[in-house]
C-alpha cells in the first residue's frame, strides 16, 4: 500500500514538473529605429542578415506589424503593456526631449514583465529602458528580476547599469550589442531548467551609429550596415544559445523594430513613405519575426494587420496566461490575442480589423480598417496637391500613400471618421496619467 501510495505521489510530482517544464520561454528582441526596407529578408540588397533571414523561415515574416508608436518611448509602453499609449497618459514626445525625465511608466500599469513574473517565470531586461530615469520607474520595480540597461537612448545616456549599480560611466556605444548580448547569454543558460521571458531591447541601429571593432568596413552599406549586420549575428549568438542547452524548440523567439527609420540617417522603410515620428507608414510599420518550432508553421508570410499592443495579450495565450481581473482593473488592453493567426489555426478568424495611428509629436493622426487608412488630420499637406485634411488612402494600391481617395469615397471617410470618433471617446473613458 506504501509502495503504491508513493508511486501515485511521484508520478503526480512527475507529471506537475513536467508541465512547467512545457511552459515556453520567450524571447522579445526589438531593435531601434530599424526601418521597414533594413534587412536582406525585407528586401534590403546590399545589408546581409542571414540569421533573421534563417529565423524567418522556421517562422512567420509579418508584412503589415506595426510597433506601438512611432517613436521610442510610447512605442515601448504599448509593447509592454498592451495598451495605447495615450490610454496611459503620453501626449508627445520621448523621455529627455518633450517629456520630462521626472515622469515614466505609471508604476500602477501592470507590465508584461510583471505578468509573467506573477506566473512563475524569470524575467530579464538586457538593453534600452527610455520608461523613466526616476527609481520608482526603473525595469526592477516594473517586474524584471534581472536588469542590465541604459536608461534612455544611446544618444541621451551615458550609464550602463545592472540594476541600480553603476556598471560603465560612460559606456562604449560601439560595444553595446555586445554586451546586451553576453548578458542575454548568462540570462539563458542560468535559467534554462525553468521557465523565462527575456526581453532584449538592442540600442542598434539608433545614432549615434558606430560600428563594433570586429564589424567595421564588413557591410557593403556603410557604418549603418555594419551595426545592422553585427546586431544579426549576436542574435544569432542568442539562437544558438538556445541551441546548445536544448530548449531552442521550446521558446518563443520574436524579433521587431520599435519604430521606423530616423530621418538623416542610412536606414529605409521602402516602399513606404514616412520616418520616425510620422503617422505614415513608415513610421511605425517595421520587420516582425515570429518564430516558435511545432506551433507556428515554418516559412509563412502574413499580411494580416497585427500590432505591438497584440504582444501581451498573444504571448499570454501561447503561454497558458490568463489575464485576470488585476491587469483589468489597472488599464484597459487594447491588443488582441492573434495566436490562432500565427499558428493558422483552422477556422481561427483574425480579430484585428482597426488600427489607431499617432504622430511622435502631433497627436492622433489616423485610422486603419482593412485596405483602408483615413488621415483625420495631420497628412493633407504632405500631398503635392497641397490637399486640406482628411485624406483617405488604399493601401492595397498603393504604399506610398500619395493617392487622395476622399472625394471619390466620402461615405468611406465619413464611416472611419466616426469610428476613429468612438474609439478615442472609448479610450478617454479609462484612462489613467503618466507617471510623475
Known sequence: ?????????????????????????????????????????????????????????????????????????????????????????????????????????????????????????????????????????????????????????????????????????????????????????SFIKENKAKPFFLYVPYTAPHFPVQAHPDWKGK????????????????????????????????????????????GGQKAQAIPFRGMKWSALEGGNRVPCIIRWPGQIPAGKECSEIVASIDILPTLSKACGIKLGKEIENAQVIDGLDVLGTLTATDGFIHPRKELLFWHGMNGFQAIRVGKWKLFVKGEGAALKDKTTDPVLFNLDDENEELTNLSSKYPEKVIELKKLAEERLAEIQQKTMPFGK
Open 219 to 262: 557591410s557593403s552599406f556603410g557604418a549603418y550596415g555594419d551595426v545592422v549586420e553585427e546586431m544579426d549575428a549576436r542574435i544569432g549568438e542568442l539562437l544558438q544559445t538556445l541551441k546548445n542547452e536544448g530548449i531552442d524548440k521550446n521558446t518563443i523567439v520574436i524579433f521587431m523594430s520599435d519604430n521606423g527609420p530616423q
Open 1 to 185: 500500500m506504501f509502495r503504491l501510495l508513493f508511486l501515485i505521489v511521484s508520478f503526480s510530482i512527475s507529471i506537475s514538473l513536467l508541465a512547467e517544464v512545457k511552459k515556453p520561454n520567450v524571447v522579445l528582441i526589438m531593435a531601434d529605429d530599424l526601418g521597414y526596407y533594413d534587412l536582406s529578408c525585407y528586401g534590403h540588397p546590399q545589408i546581409k542578415t542571414p540569421v533573421l533571414d534563417s529565423l524567418a523561415k522556421e517562422g512567420v515574416r509579418l508584412t503589415s506589424f506595426y510597433s506601438g508608436n512611432t517613436v521610442c518611448t510610447p512605442s515601448r509602453m504599448a509593447l509592454l503593456t498592451g495598451s495605447y499609449p495615450s490610454r496611459l497618459g503620453w501626449v508627445k514626445g520621448v523621455l529627455g526631449y518633450k517629456i520630462s525625465t521626472k515622469h515614466g511608466l505609471n508604476p500602477q500599469a501592470v507590465t508584461i514583465a510583471e505578468i509573467f513574473k506573477e506566473n512563475g517565470y524569470s524575467t530579464a531586461l538586457t538593453g534600452k529602458w527610455h520608461l523613466g530615469d526616476l527609481e520608482k520607474f526603473l525595469p526592477y520595480n516594473q517586474g524584471f528580476d534581472r536588469t542590465y540597461f541604459i536608461k534612455k537612448s544611446n544618444n541621451q545616456s551615458r550609464i550602463l547599469y545592472r540594476k541600480d549599480e553603476v556598471l560603465e560611466k560612460p559606456f562604449e556605444n560601439r560595444l553595446l550589442t555586445e554586451k546586451f548580448t553576453n548578458e542575454a547569454i
